[in-house]
DNA sequence: CCGTCATGCGTACGATCGTACACTCCAAGG
DNA sequence: CCTTGGAGTGTACGATCGTACGCATGACGG
């Protein structure tokens, strides 16, 4: 017994169309029939293969937040003094915040959810600390968790402004907040 | 003709039986049906002072966001000095992050629509614009811009978080983020 | 007093939803 | 070869949705 000839291809494409589909319909227009539409498997598998809606939600949320994280250690990862690191952390705040509506759409799906569900907050709470962490490779501890706000802050407001503002603010603000506390502990 | 008997106070019990429900179940499980029941209204109502879903939901983060800023305003306009409106600032961001799901959900599920759809964008740059203006009465214009995304950032992280930070690390932030820039222009 | 008409409501329709469940199918054990 | 059982699927059900639309109602102009 136990066959399970194709399990893994499929799960992944399933996790990857909702991600695709929250991305354009957003939470609330996401539905099995929708995702199991585009991820080209029939409607039977969803269930099969992740026990609910939520179910599903929170790996691909787990799976999106991994991966922005991901990036964004890489960036700070490669810097090797706090000046390198705020050009770096300016660059990130840039690039989450312009053109690419699907990162923005799904973070705010996300915090959404969060706002409501212990369960996806978990999810937040685990992304904030893995950010710190790498915050805290250039940073001291309370600098590090204001930045992280900062970061968030600066994302959002510019991605939402109908002229977003220059990297030249974003520097400044970044340094503003850096200026007072040292280099790591 | 144009009798028009009872409408103002029906429009309102819609608008606010609306928002309670998005609070509490989100966008997503906010129906014509369910807001309706909970304001007391029959379903024909519901379509018959809002052409759709779409209007309602405009109308009540309309509301929902003058009333936020209206607070901003409020206490902002107290202050008499940059140094009393950095603790103002810091009592903001305490207050928003604090206890009241209420208006953190409402928050984000709003900027989780205005990510996706332009229409209420509009209503966010709104809100940024009117908070940018209040922070312009103690401080420089591009303080006020790098200021309105920290207070943003600093409120989104505190809700979230499982520790919330202390209120002094909100004002080590705000004075960090203010002390570059003098009062007012 | 009556006709008229805007205001506001009840209901019904077609679409879509999540999910339960009976089914097929194929690899492995004998 | 046949049996067996789990992996994966198709379908059907009950609930819920947004909205269109016909009808009641009560205030005015005459």
Redesign the interface.
Known sequence: MATGQNDPERRERIITAALDLIAEE???GTSHRKVAARAGVPLGSMTYHFGSMDELLREAFTRFSSSIVAVFEERLGAATTPDEAREAIADLVHHLSSGN?RE??LT??L??L???KPAY?EL??EW?SRSRRALRWHFDP?TA??L???????S???????EP?ERA?TL??I???T??GGAAA
Request: hydrophobic share 40%; charged share 25%; net charge positive.
């Open positions: 957003g939470v609330a509506q923005l759409v705010h799906e915090y959404t969060a706002a409501r907050r937040t709470r904030m309370a968790r204001q992280d706000a900062l970061i968030e802050g600066l959002i407001h510019r991605a939402l402004e109908t503002h603010l400044e603000a340094t503003r907040i200026q007072g």
